[in-house]
Nanobody, 120 residues
Framework: QVQLVESGGGLVQAGGSLRLSCAAS????????MGWFRQAPGKEREFVAA????????YYADFVKGRFTISRDNAKNTVYLQMNSLKPEDTAVYYC?????????????WGQGTQVTVSS
């Protein structure tokens, strides 16, 4: 079972930036597209961004386009999410997961996530 460990969250003012990291165990990391998801209080978990296996192609939810950038380092089994121009509505717990296709998570389990709180 692949383990996913997210980090890098915190409290930031609106307009600020954060960089999230997700370290994945296992030798199959580079075999899958990876993605970020988030869950705000009282809401369902939603797709944020994804990156192909080689890192050559990325795609984003409309609400983060132009503000967030996903990247990966297959040598380190790590995927990143650079978040700029943060807004209070970006407040959520952020999770990473593999991507089964489109915006669907690959694994049916999740890590502990990392809390992002954006103050106005």
């Amino acid at each position: 079972q692949v383990q996913l460990v997210e980090s890098g969250g915190g409290l930031v003012q609106a307009g600020g930036s954060l960089r999230l990291s997700c370290a994945a165990s296992g030798r199959t990391f580079s075999s899958y597209a990876m993605g970020w998801f988030r869950q705000a209080p009282g809401k369902e978990r939603e797709f944020v961004a994804a990156i192909r296996r080689s890192g050559g192609s990325t795609y984003y939810a409309d609400f983060v386009k132009g503000r967030f950038t996903i990247s990966r380092d297959n040598a380190k089994n790590t995927v990143y999410l650079q978040m700029n121009s943060l807004k209070p509505e970006d407040t959520a717990v952020y999770y990473c997961n593999g991507i089964a296709g489109g915006d669907k998570p690959l694994y049916d389990y999740w890590g502990q996530g990392t809390q992002v709180t954006v103050s106005s």
